[in-house]
């Protein structure tokens, strides 16, 4: 089993900058990779960024070269640095964790960019 926790969600203009963590416990050493998705209303929950256990890395095309993912040398916390955010970066962004035999989810944790 293993428990995800999110947090540095907020409110902030268009062009500034927000750094969400995602703190893991449990079974940590099942994790394969880690990540984070998001889900805007009305929309589908859409893939951001992941780490692998060899810490390579994907970003969705949307927030490449703006968004960047990263872990502890324990795997215990990822985080994503967010910068230059848009109005369509607004969401509800949720922590994920693969193992081999099961996802995990966090709660998710609310990003409203204005305009």
């Known amino acids: 089993q293993v428990q995800l926790v999110e947090s540095g969600g907020g409110l902030v203009q268009a062009g500034g900058s927000l750094r969400l963590s995602c703190a893991a416990s449990g079974s940590i050493f099942s994790i394969n990779t880690m990540g984070w998705y998001r889900q805007a209303p009305g929309r589908q929950r859409e893939l951001v960024a992941t780490?692998?256990?060899?810490?390579?890395?994907s970003y969705a095309d949307s927030v490449k070269e703006r968004f960047t993912i990263s872990r502890t040398g324990a795997k215990n916390t990822v985080y994503l640095q967010m910068n230059s955010l848009k109005p369509e970066d607004t969401a509800v962004y949720y922590c994920?964790?693969?193992?081999?035999?099961?996802?995990?989810w966090g709660q998710g944790t609310q990003v409203t960019v204005s305009s």
């Open positions: 994920n964790a693969v193992t081999t035999y099961k996802n995990y």
């Open positions: 780490v692998a256990r060899s810490g390579r890395t």
